[in-house]
């Protein structure tokens, strides 16, 4: 029998679980991310060798530009997983997932925004302050553009744009007015019993124990001597009877 005093829970709203479809979408986006870099791997590599030929460790710029470019994005794909794990306890109604949800989400609005330009130009920006024989950074854009495919640099910026407005849809519909009765805490209210219902009675206190009731004083016997017939004497003869004779 349900408790009279618990408070049922709210039925999820839409907005939670639009919020949870955006954020597998989210993570889409990322896992495809990560799928094409490692498919122009090659090309980063040449890219990069190209812009550096001529200098020391060629093949060692190239090597590290695409492991930068590779952990770069599965570190946006791990932290989209979290995202994904926290959007199944938002079903649910957990307020401390919604506030993680959160905070992770706009960290992660910050990367994908920057990882918006192309993992090749933050590597090119950070390696043309060196000095010496290192290219400029326009030398490595007209290099990494003539190495890359045609189809990669604008496939990747629509999927990170879709990948970002999906995500801050996501965040936003979690923070709508709807959205707070759901993972508000359920309180304690009496509801009155329904008609024809009944609930146990309440124990009795223990240590005290019955006694028998009293059906009154019992009976003792009457003490005195016993009695006995009277005698018949002569005082004793009714009135209109004869005496008997004595002669």
């Not at 839409?14 to 919020?19: A, K, L």
């Not at 004083?217 to 009135?239: H, I, K, L, V």
Request: aromatic share 6%.
């Amino acid at each position: 029998m349900a408790n009279p005093l618990s408070k049922p829970t709210p039925a999820r709203p839409g907005v939670v679980t639009i919020s949870t479809y955006l954020l597998l979408l989210f993570a889409l986006t990322q896992l495809l991310s990560l799928i094409m870099v490692i498919s122009v791997s090659g090309s980063i590599r040449q890219g990069f060798q190209d812009a550096y030929q001529g200098t020391e460790d060629v093949d060692t710029i190239g090597t590290v530009a695409v492991a930068f470019t590779i952990a770069s994005v599965a570190v946006l794909l791990v932290l989209a997983l979290v995202l994904v794990v926290l959007a199944m306890f938002n079903n649910r109604g957990r307020n401390g997932t919604r506030i993680t949800t959160w905070v992770v989400g706009g960290i992660m609005v910050c990367c994908v925004g920057g990882s918006l330009v192309s993992g090749a130009s933050g590597f090119s920006q950070n390696a043309s302050g060196g000095g010496g024989d290192a290219p400029s950074g326009a030398e490595i854009e007209r290099s990494m553009s003539d190495a890359l495919p045609s189809w990669y640099g604008p496939t990747s910026t629509a999927v990170n744009i879709v990948g970002l407005a999906a995500l801050l849809a996501a965040l936003i519909l979690l923070a709508l007015p709807k959205a707070h009765p759901f993972f508000r805490k359920a309180t304690a209210a009496w509801e009155p019993p329904a008609p024809g219902a009944s609930y146990p009675g309440a124990p009795q206190t223990p240590g005290q124990p019955g006694y028998p009731q009293s059906s009154g004083e019992p009976g003792y016997p009457s003490s005195g001597e016993p009695s006995y017939p009277p005698a018949n004497r002569p005082d004793d003869t009714p009135p209109g009877s004869t005496p008997p004779s004595t002669s």
